[in-house]
């Protein structure tokens, strides 16, 4: 029990150093901009708010830019939702 408790708590050490010293690779190619003294916005939203929020920047912030959009947002906190792939995969079955 020994050997797994120090195993582990080394492994979570071991990768809190790579990922402090590695560069998220979805910002890297902002990174350039950061340096240059811009300012990075990063807003996480539903699809169906994004166009609320896309009249809000344009409102409140007319210089901002928008240079990139993610579909793929995973929140490591949220309920993995099993029940939606099963009825799809089983929508699947019945068509096919």
């Known amino acids: 029990m020994i050997i797994i408790v120090v195993t582990t708590m080394f492994g979570s050490w071991e990768g809190g150093l790579y990922?402090?010293?590695t560069?998220?690779?979805k910002l890297a190619r902002f990174l350039d901009d950061i340096e240059a003294g811009k300012y990075l916005i990063l807003i996480y939203a539903?699809?169906?708010q994004e166009e609320k929020?896309?009249?809000l920047m344009r409102n409140k912030h007319p210089e901002a830019q928008?240079?990139?959009t993610d579909r793929h947002?995973?929140?490591p906190f949220s309920v993995v939702r099993r029940r939606r792939r099963r009825?799809?995969?089983e929508d699947l079955s019945k068509t096919g």
């Open 46 to 48: 539903l699809k169906d």
């Open 87 to 89: 009825q799809a995969s």
């Open 23 to 25: 560069k998220n690779q």
């Open 53 to 55: 929020v896309r009249e």
């Open 73 to 75: 947002y995973i929140n």
């Open 19 to 21: 990922g402090v010293a």
């Open 66 to 68: 928008h240079v990139a």
